[in-house]
């Protein structure tokens, strides 16, 4: 049966509603704490290390994200760590906290189709998390700047903005994540830890039990070239169902110029490279190309499962 | 097309159970209709299926005009709609809750702030609109409701279950302000399972028992109908000796029944106090109480499905 009428009418009123609600939220402003506190952190770190390095290496700037030191961890991983929590901190009592507050009826009422209230809440969520990273990004660059007096290149900056943008790709798994559990699970509380118990799953099971699998099904014995490769590959797909290797392959791309493959190189295939000579931009970008529509096409399949599944929910409490 | 909503052999399913079995009700413009019933009779799921929310498991709906789940957004654009229970935003002043509304109705923001102070005036909130939601009591809260359904200018207002938990001052005057609905032309349906309280507002009721809508009609037709009189007349006399026969041959007297030594109970088709005077004073007792009472909706319902049950 087709519906008529738009199914973006009242999308904007949503969205700029929920962005009111998210940024003047006490959410926010531990949000924005952190950010503070992480900015500093990874500015301190790596203003420490850096400053002996500085002469020799041409991408001080993007050195700043990736740069640890005991005990603190990089700016990446750190990223890596809090940003699900904070998508998930977003998003997990959209839908189930308008059913408890009982304005989900209501809200239903009024001329608008279930889409824009999903959509809205979704992109609200998303444009949130994108202030508090852009924010972030500025915050790291303006300090690195101050402490480093180094100004970034043309092509740093754009391998900055293009992190930014896979940071964001990566923070929208775990918000749909969140929004999908809002709309399955009744209580927002057993909906956040669903969703916390799915990153912590991937933060720490997934990598053991991958390797337990791989070698499992693809065993490697007696020095096998052959067998042993089959091993690694089969490691690495079950390991890129992952969002997080995903996320973390892309940023290595991203931030490393003198990357130049994701997986296991031959010796063969090395005849003839330039070692240590960085890649073009766009190289480095087409490298992680697949990681990057990996997480966009994890982030759809997600939103379109609370989408299915908040269409065919029953308004009534 | 003669009415602003009309459902036909309507039904909706939740897997075995029947929420809804085979409605079918018109609803003439201007009218306030009465949708009746205990909880869980079907009233909240018929309304949901009037709004679109739900989709109908069979038969048609029409609400001016158009099918709600093809065409949502004209009937909700049109009609407003109070949920039972209603809630708001708590971190949200009342205003800034209307104002939401507004927005998602499409409403310019001149417009809308002119007929978010006009709402808040008629349902006597204008005092507290810039507190939050959150500290509304629950009459305030129903006033707020009431608000936005007036917000929206509607054609058609549904109501469910406007006056639960309200305590009787508060019900009284929110059944006034639906009154005032009546009179801006706008067609009322709602709902309740508190059969008292909007006998005085509605001008015809359905009465609802498991899924299906078994009376329908104005108050006096189903007087009629289920307790055989919409009259009840309590007669009082010092000597009732003998006067049983007598008040029973009354053309119009349906049934009679002895409470105490005494004291008769008549119930009659039309109003025959006059005859019951005469005929007691004419066999020589003294008449001590004449009482014409109509009965309530209540009694009605509760009347109607103890002979349902027993022929159950």
Known sequence: MKREGSP??????????ELADHLSSVRMQLLELLIFL???????VASRQLRATIAEDPYVYLKLFTTAQDPLPSFVAFLGFFLPLAAIALGFDSVNGEHNRRTLSRVLAQPIYRDALLLGKFLAGIVTLGISLL??????????LLVLGVAPSGPEVARG???LLSTLAYAGIWLALALMFSVVFRQPATSALAAMAVWLFFAVFWDIMVQVAAQALRPAYGGDPFAALAQVRLGLFLSRLSPNTLFAELVIALLNPEVRALGPVFITQLEGAVLNSPLPVGQSLLLAWPQFTGLLAGVLMLFAGSYVLFQRQEVRA | MNGVIETQDLSKHYGPVIAVDGLTLTLPKGEVFGLLGPNGSGKTTTI????????????????????????????KRRVGYLPDSVGFYDDLTARENLRYTAR?????????????????????????ADRLAGAFSR??????????????RPEIAILDEPTAGLDPEAAMEYLEMIKDLKAHDITVLLSSHLLHQVQAVCDRVGLFHKGKMVLEGTFDTLADRVLGGAYRIT??????????????????????????????????????????ARRVVSSGADLLGLTLERPSLDEIYARYFRGVDHEA
């Not at chain 2, 949901?48 to 009937?75: A, C």
């Not at chain 2, 998602?104 to 507290?128: F, P, Q």
């Not at chain 2, 002895?258 to 109003?271: H, I, K, N, S, Y």
């Open chain 2, 104 to 128: 998602l109705n499409g409403l310019a923001r001149a417009e809308a702030e002119g007929r978010i102070t006009d709402a808040m005036g008629r349902v006597g909130l204008t005092s507290v």
């Open chain 2, 48 to 75: 949901l299926m009037l709004l679109g929310l739900t989709e109908p498991t069979s038969g048609t709906v029409r609400v001016l005009g158009y099918d709600p789940s093809r065409n949502p957004l004209q009937v």
């Open chain 1, 135 to 144: 924010a972030l990004w500025l915050l790291v660059t303006g300090m690195g």
């Open chain 2, 139 to 152: 009459g305030m809260r129903q006033r707020l409701g009431l608000a936005e359904v007036l917000l929206k």
């Open chain 1, 161 to 163: 903005l293009l992190f």
């Open chain 1, 8 to 17: 973006w009418t009242g999308l904007w009123a949503v969205v700029l509603k």
């Open chain 1, 38 to 44: 992480t900015a500093f952190a990874a500015t301190f």
């Open chain 2, 235 to 276: 007669v009082e006399t010092s000597r009732p000796d003998g006067l049983e026969p007598a008040l029973r041959a009354i053309p119009g007297v349906t049934s009679l029944s002895q409470e105490r030594p005494g004291q008769f109970q008549l119930e009659a088709q039309v109003d025959c106090r006059a005859e019951v």
